[in-house]
């Protein structure tokens, strides 16, 4: 698992973290609109 890691380039590394995040992000505010659409 290490070899693969130290093979992945710099750019690749920005691209997954950038996916990840946007992921992320859109699951948090699907969450929130879960929540509000039940509060109210």
């Known amino acids: 698992m290490k ?7 710099p750019r ?3 691209i997954l973290l950038w ?7 859109a699951l948090i505010a699907g969450f929130f609109k879960l929540m509000l659409s039940f509060a109210y």
């Open 12 to 14: 690749l590394w920005f």
């Open 3 to 9: 070899k693969f890691v130290d093979r992945l380039s």
């Open 19 to 25: 996916c990840f995040g946007v992921i992320s992000l």
